[in-house]
């Protein structure tokens, strides 16, 4: 093991270096009782210590010296020695500067446990003036404006010694210089939580205490501000004022900052103070303009009931002596107390920040993407929820009569999608509500939520869901495709419930009629239980036909608009391909980092086409929607945004500040004494003595489920469960084989050699794509059962096995300990996996263990440069690629949002023949303007690909759209089929394959296997 590090030799100085660990003495020990002698293993530690002079680093340079070692005690048996190598640092001619490696070699020739060294560990000591300075870093010639942010934000955060079998760490805080350095074998480094609270303090900065002598926290009152009160007023106006001093503050400091940092500070602030003014701006539309001020009001009443409704306990269905389903309990009362009830700061800074142009359509500021840069666990999701809110409440107020789907919100994973459904019904029973007691205002037509998915998640058609309905009675097995599975108004339970003599009854869901599914609530006394039932659909045929005010779904299904025209009802579109009310004004791409690489390519180029939908040119000038996207990982978003949605102005909110981790919104945790509170401490683990990556995994396995006991009871429920994160199911495959053997084996092992009491893997599970959509909000809900005290047979999950499913959505605040085996491919993916454990740091802080590969390169790499690493977290997430004219992706796609776009605006039942050119050249004319933007080194392919694809609509004179085999299509005269499937290789027609899904989806092949090599055989045996 070894480190290098950079120092600064004078005149006079050593480096002192201090060698621990230990050694086993084999002993043979005679027991009464037994004939043979047993084998015992004593451990004898080591201590060794040795200097290296300044004559020696700065004159006998590039020659390897072995340093004296001087041992405390006695002597050892088996002692490493210590190495060092110094030389000039390349390209610096400082004459006082050395780049030093310090080794420790284990250089005992005898082989097996009695010459081998364990727990070892050095410490390298600068003293008598010697300095130890950052290692030397290439340096960044040209660097762009983010690169020159990154520098200014991490200035602190310097790396001081790199690791060589081993990992570096050292102490830091703003310094130029340490005194020590650590080689290690089990490396840590505390991550700082961040915290969106903010505190109040005075002038010396400690906090200002309240009468109970609490911290005076900056918070802003959902009830206050809907009922416009003047300390509702007086808090957001709080707010504002707090930025302000806090922008100024900052831009005093930056003329104490090293020039080259000045550029990038004073860009920070020129950032802070636009999202400054457009704060203003909303608060002071709020108090101006009517419509405004009413919206407001009306979101913060709604986010307040939202909040108390959907922590509702759930609320369980039972079996009356009558056989007939009731809610248990007594229906639940609205508590709008303020204990909990209010906004963060950054949520309601953002949501004044983008209220404008939500309020106001026709605004030119419309056009600007804001992003909501912010941690994992922030609360991005109610700020954007709430945006949607004040969207959905002005449209109306400006035409009570302008009912449809008003707010798309995209994610990329099922899981995500199905749980953020959830959290947005209860907004929308609320907003409901509001509306029918302000119908003369509101409208007529219901608020409604609608979630589209595809058909393995909800049904597609109302067949299919009478279909579910009914083998759900008869079949417990049957996947629920309806989501729901509780009532979103009183928190009433929804689904299955097994019947005693056998079959199940199914609470909440309904026949109407002969050819409808309803969803409504079970409790009698609740708003939702009337026949029309809840506001929530989950069939497509009833989303096309409702037009649901927020339509939740996964970017896949956008492929859809090629295969489903009726979808044209979602953006406004009548069945003659007339707008006949506005389109949805408010896109919410959650997650934009996932929005990468081959899928966010697919997403880029069907986005004009969405674009185009979602633009109402009614009036003189069009309006396009408002796009708001969320993330807790991102590089290069100004080319990324531009890629996906061609939009050239990005609002990062909240602003960047001097250093990382402080952005006034965003500040790092604190306890009340001002100490650091605990943050997430990442582990590093990688042996290359044990041969495998599994061995290494059945030691941790072990360790950590034993560690657990260990723990006193009331502390024990966070690190209870191990979820353990998995690169591929292949590995995931592996960790099962060896939780089922090798951990047991090696517990029984402990259990014969130090008496443990063994805490065997009994509670096991998988959460990965493998499992059904009904499956995982029940695996989910067995993860957030926690440990019992005083219970022998706990039914919390001992060691949960996890895919990248886990990596967005998962906020189970229980959970504080991980295991990540391997290094994730991306820095965003292991930010976003790790941050599910942790949640709760005044709790369970979360404990991340990541197991490295010694074979592998990079892991090896991530593992000696361990607290750089950590210590950058955010700054080394790889830049995303989108790239949605490249030839490959216009190969796979034009011709597919060609249609997707001619479908939804032509009448609904227009066929394919005759050419439609003049909708083909429109929809053609809208990719080229995007590329324009995007990339336009790429329009020349695009012009040719959409003249060949134009030639090959109009020559095959197809009068059928789907090619797709019966009840479908016509496989003879169908233009497209289903990409991925299996072409008919009987047919001799051309055929475009069409994705049903923007991932990628390849066509199976089907192989013959040839008897001709067989006859030729035969006939040369006959010949011989």
Not at 450 to 471: D, F, H, I, M, R
Not at 528 to 546: A, F, K, M, Q, T
Not at 806 to 834: H, N, W
Request: proline share 6%; net charge neutral.
């Amino acid at each position: 093991m070894a480190i290098s590090f950079q120092c600064r030799i004078r005149e006079t100085g050593s480096l002192s270096i201090q060698v621990s660990g230990a050694y086993y003495e084999r002993l043979s020990v005679h027991v009464p009782e037994l004939r043979k002698p047993l084998e015992w293993w004593l451990r004898r530690p080591l201590v060794l210590t040795g200097k290296v002079s300044t004559q020696v680093l700065r004159e006998e340079t590039r020659r390897l010296k072995i340093v004296s070692a001087i041992p405390e005690g006695e002597t050892p048996d088996v002692a490493p020695v210590i190495q060092v190598f110094s030389r000039p640092v390349p390209g610096d001619t400082d004459p006082e500067l050395r780049l030093v490696t310090v080794a420790v070699v284990n250089s005992v020739g005898t082989a097996g446990p009695s010459g081998a060294l364990f727990q070892m560990g050095f410490t390298v000591t600068a003293t008598d003036g010697m300095l130890i300075e950052p290692y030397p870093e290439a340096e960044i010639s040209n660097s762009d404006e983010e690169e020159q942010s990154l520098q200014l934000l991490y200035r602190n955060k310097r790396t001081y010694a790199i690791g060589h079998g081993c990992a570096a760490e050292w102490d830091a805080e703003s310094g130029q210089s340490v005194s020590e350095l650590h080689g290690v074998a089990l490396p840590a480094y505390q991550v700082v939580s961040l915290t969106p609270n903010i505190y109040l303090t005075d002038e010396n900065g400690n906090y200002q205490l309240d009468s109970s002598g609490k911290r005076q926290a900056v918070t802003v009152s959902m009830k206050e501000l809907a009922d416009g009160s003047e300390t509702g007023d007086a808090q957001v106006e709080s707010v504002l004022r707090l930025y302000g001093e806090w922008i100024a503050a900052r831009k005093a400091e930056i003329v104490d900052l090293p020039v080259k940092f000045h550029s990038a500070a004073r860009r920070h602030m020129e950032l802070a103070e636009k999202a400054l003014v457009r704060m203003k701006a909303g608060w002071a539309l709020v108090g101006s303009d009517s419509k405004a001020q009413q919206a407001f009001r009306w979101t913060n009443e709604a986010m307040l009931h939202q909040q108390v409704r959907s922590n509702f306990p759930l609320r369980e269905v039972v079996f009356d002596k009558n056989d007939i389903l009731r809610v248990k309990g007594a229906h639940p009362t609205l508590d709008v107390s303020e204990s909990g009830r209010s906004w963060r700061p950054f949520q309601i800074a953002f949501i004044l920040a983008s209220l404008p142009e939500l309020v106001d359509p026709t605004r030119k500021t419309r056009s600007i993407v804001d992003l909501i840069f912010f941690p994992t666990g922030g609360g991005k999701t109610e700020a954007y929820l709430g945006a949607s809110a004040i969207s959905l409440l002005a449209r109306r107020l400006r035409d009570p009569n302008d009912a449809g789907t008003d707010t798309i919100m995209r994610y990329t994973l099922r899981l995500l999608t199905s749980q953020q459904f959830l959290r947005a019904a209860s907004l929308v029973c609320v907003l409901d509500d509001i509306r029918d007691r302000h119908s003369k205002q509101l409208g007529d037509s219901p608020f409604g939520i609608g979630v589209w998915l595809g058909s393995t998640s909800t049904p597609n058609t109302w067949e299919q869901a009478k279909q579910v309905l009914k083998q759900m009675r008869r079949d417990p097995n049957q996947q629920n495709l309806f989501l729901l599975l509780r009532c979103p108004w009183c928190g009433a339970q929804m689904g299955a419930k097994p019947k005693g003599r056998g079959g199940q009854h199914v609470a909440g869901y309904e026949d109407h009629g002969k050819k409808r599914v309803i969803l409504r609530c079970v409790d009698r006394e609740c708003k939702y239980s009337r026949r029309s039932g809840l506001p929530v659909h989950v069939v497509d045929e009833d989303i096309y036909e409702v037009r649901p005010s927020i339509v939740i779904g996964t970017v896949d299904k956008f492929a859809m608009m090629a295969w489903q025209p009726q979808a044209r009802n979602l953006f406004g579109i009548d069945n003659r391909g007339e707008r006949v009310v506005s389109p949805p004004g408010l896109i919410i791409q959650d997650e934009l980092h996932l929005i990468s690489g081959p899928l966010g390519s697919m997403v880029g180029l069907y986005e004009p086409v969405i674009d185009e939908l979602c633009t109402d040119r009614r009036g003189t000038q069009p309006v396009q929607p408002k796009i708001i996207a969320s993330t807790a990982t991102i590089r290069r978003y100004e080319e990324q945004i531009r890629g996906v949605f061609g939009r050239e102005e990005v609002a990062l909110f909240p602003p960047h500040g001097l250093e990382e981790g402080h952005s006034f919104f965003a500040e790092p945790d604190r306890l009340p004494n001002g100490d650091l509170a605990p943050g997430r401490r990442y582990v590093g683990v990688m042996s290359a003595s044990l041969g495998s990556m599994q061995t290494v995994q059945t030691r941790v396995a072990a360790a950590t489920l034993q560690a657990a006991t260990k723990i006193p009871e009331k502390e024990r429920d966070g690190y209870w469960t191990n979820l353990n994160f998995l690169n591929s199911l292949r590995e995931l495959g592996n960790t099962v084989s060896l939780l089922e053997s090798d951990v047991p084996d090696y517990l029984t092992g402990l259990r014969r050699r130090d008496g443990i009491d063994p805490r065997w893997p009994h509670r096991t599970m998988e959460l990965t794509s493998r499992r059904r959509s009904d499956e995982i909000p029940m695996a989910i809900e067995q993860l957030q059962t926690g440990y019992v005290a005083g219970t022998e047979h706990q039914q919390a999950i001992d060691i949960c096995l996890a895919s990248n499913i886990i990596e967005v959505g998962i906020d189970i605040d229980r959970l504080g300990l991980m295991t990540i085996v391997g290094q994730p491919k991306t820095t965003a993916q292991y930010i976003q996996v790790s941050g599910r454990v942790g949640r709760r740091a005044d709790v369970s802080p979360g404990l991340v263990i990541t197991i490295y590969g010694a074979a592998k390169p990079r892991d090896r790499s991530h593992y000696e440069r361990f607290q750089t690493y950590h210590q950058q977290l955010y700054a080394q997430v790889e830049p995303t690629s989108v790239t949605p004219f490249a030839t490959p992706v216009l190969r796979r796609a034009l011709h597919a949002a060609a249609v997707a776009y001619i479908r939804q605006t032509t009448p609904e039942d227009s066929p394919p023949q005759p050419f439609p050119s003049m909708e083909y050249d429109e929809a053609v004319a809208l990719f080229m303007k995007r590329a324009q933007v995007v990339d336009s080194g790429e329009v020349q392919v695009l012009a040719e690909m959409a003249e060949k694809r134009a030639r090959q609509w109009n020559g095959w004179e197809r009068t059928e759209w789907s090619a797709n085999p019966a009840p479908w299509g016509d496989p003879k005269q169908g233009l497209m089929r289903f990409a991925g499937t299996l072409p008919d290789l009987e047919s001799k027609a051309y055929i475009w394959d069409i994705p049903t899904s923007m991932r990628n989806v390849d066509t199976e092949c089907r192989l013959a296997i040839s008897l001709d090599y067989l006859d030729d055989d035969v006939e040369g045996a006959d010949n011989r």
